[in-house]
Nanobody, 119 residues
Framework: VQLQASGGGLVQAGGSLRLSCAASGLTFSTYSMGWFRQGPGKEREFVSAVSRSGSTGYYGDSVKGRFTISRDNAKNTLYLQMNSLKPEDTAVYYC?????????????WGQGTLVTVSS
């Protein structure tokens, strides 16, 4: 199984980025998918998760109303649209896949993509 995250970069506060996570080696539509992040000196934090069908999204309190998770099961790809970015969103963002629910202990992880938000 491989999860390849991309789309990170440097953006000014208030800007937007879209992260992608391309999955291979698994039956994508049967896995719950999600995003975690780890900022400098911080623990890994839940950002968002999406149901297998893509119909239901879940969000951490710090990103509700600003981030939108989605998935394209035909393309085996997970997305995270991030709007109104803040400096505190600066972190390495990881995608994760799990047969049940995405948690810190999920089965599969991508390599991470760095998001830096300047003030």
């Amino acid at each position: 199984v491989q999860l390849q995250a991309s789309g990170g970069g440097l953006v000014q506060a208030g800007g937007s980025l879209r992260l992608s996570c391309a999955a291979s080696g698994l039956t994508f539509s049967t896995y719950s998918m999600g995003w975690f992040r780890q900022g400098p000196g911080k623990e890994r934090e839940f950002v968002s998760a999406v149901s297998r069908s893509g119909s239901t999204g879940y969000y951490g309190d710090s990103v509700k109303g600003r981030f939108t998770i989605s998935r394209d099961n035909a393309k085996n790809t997970l997305y995270l649209q991030m709007n109104s970015l803040k400096p505190e969103d600066t972190a390495v963002y990881y995608c994760a896949a799990d047969r049940v629910y995405v948690t810190r202990n999920s089965e599969y992880w991508g390599q991470g993509t760095l998001v830096t938000v300047s003030s």
